[in-house]
DNA sequence: AATCCTCGCAACCGCCGTCGG
DNA sequence: GCCGACGGCGGTTGCGAGGAT
């Protein structure tokens, strides 16, 4: 059944709002609120529909509106809220000041999902893909992370790169790596140092990729690669702007399996200690996925958190608890997409 | 320089829940 | 309890700007 639209009366004018259009209504409801949305536009002299005026009103003209881009903190919000809720974005905006709820679904629609979709997450349950070719990002990754591999065996670059490029397997291991729900299975051929537990699909895949067999999809590998290593990734490695101190496998005092030696800014460097094993733990049932997080929590999580939670996550040692969690997403989201494999 | 394509965002549309008569 | 008015919400569309060819 349904009502009729309310612009459905002829002559109402639809459309971009003009600046006269803006300024009466901002005069009329700054001397008189905005009441009744249905009467408000003839009583401001508007040739609009109510729900046109209070659509502008409180997307666009309210002065509590903050525009610009959106910062990282503002971004991770969104993502944790978003795992836990799905698309309420007007519950999301409520926890975000200034932010209104279609400014908020257009960031993530045009931003935010995007992002999830290449690092193969289905954006929708906030979990790692399983049908092969949404997952061709996922899996390129793991190119990547064989074809760094591959270069620190042949020891032909620097230790600091040697380091960083550790560095960032780990993180790529955080990012491609589930678990079985209940068993412990070590990753002894690939990653002979570490205890970190993959499924058996990426078992099998990253046992695929270190067969010889493997010729045949070198070129992948290459272009994936090149780009990868090449392009602004390692510049930004090699800047330290990219952040890896949030993955649970690589914060202090995790303890890792490689030196790592990264300046700080004032050009000092920090050693943590060496040779140490990083140490997944494995989840059981109940809990919650490896991204939950306790240090950036926001308000009360919704209740609808603990739905979200599923068997076999990866979780890093000690770095949530389950009465306070929120998500924290890999720094990757954050950074511009030329991290990114291309897969155009 | 012209055309095409992509992307971001403002605005619209239709449905739903609530409230009052 | 029914019905209509209204506000609110989430999905979708369409346009303009900027980049690519």
Not at 41 to 47: H, R, V
Request: proline share 9%.
């Amino acid at each position: 059944m349904g009502r009729s639209p309310c612009c459905d009366e002829s002559g109402l004018k639809k459309g971009p709002w003009t600046p006269e259009e803006d300024e009466k209504l901002i005069d009329y409801i700054n001397k008189h609120g905005h009441g009744s949305w249905r009467a408000l536009p003839k009583l401001a002299g508007l040739n609009r529909c109510g729900k046109s005026c209070r659509l502008r009103w409180t997307n666009y003209l309210r002065p509590d509106i903050k525009r610009g881009k959106f910062s990282p903190e503002e971004e991770q919000t969104i993502l944790n809220l978003h795992a836990m809720l799905g698309n309420k974005w007007s519950t999301i905006a409520t926890h975000l000041p200034g932010r209104t709820d279609n400014e908020i679904k257009n960031y993530w629609n045009t931003n935010l999902k995007k992002k999830l979709i290449q690092l193969g997450f289905d954006p929708m349950t906030h979990r790692p893909r399983t049908d092969v070719f949404s997952s061709l990002p996922h899996l390129i990754a793991l190119a990547n992370l064989k074809h760094l591999l591959e270069n620190l065996n042949n020891n032909n670059s620097p230790s600091w790169l040697q380091n960083d490029q550790m560095a960032k397997i780990e993180n790529l291991q955080y990012l491609l790596l589930q678990p079985p729900p209940h068993d412990q299975l070590s990753m002894v051929s690939t990653f002979p140092n570490s205890t970190i537990t993959p499924d058996i699909d990426t078992i099998n895949f990253l046992n695929s990729i270190t067969s010889s067999s493997m010729k045949e999809n070198q070129l992948i590998l290459n272009q994936s690669s090149n780009s990868f290593l090449d392009g602004s990734f390692l510049q930004a490695m090699h800047d330290h702007s990219i952040p890896f101190s949030h993955l649970p496998g690589l914060q202090q005092p995790t303890p890792c399996s490689y030196p790592m030696s990264f300046e700080n800014k004032d050009g000092k460097t920090n050693n943590n200690n060496n040779n140490q094993v990083c140490t997944f733990n494995i989840a059981n049932e109940n809990s919650p996925p490896p991204w939950l997080h306790p240090s950036l929590s926001t308000s009360s999580p919704p209740p609808l958190a603990a739905n979200r939670h599923h068997a076999g996550d990866v979780v890093g040692n000690s770095n949530f608890n389950q009465d306070n969690q929120s998500i924290v997403w890999p720094p990757e989201l954050f950074m511009d997409d030329s991290f990114f494999p291309d897969i155009s």
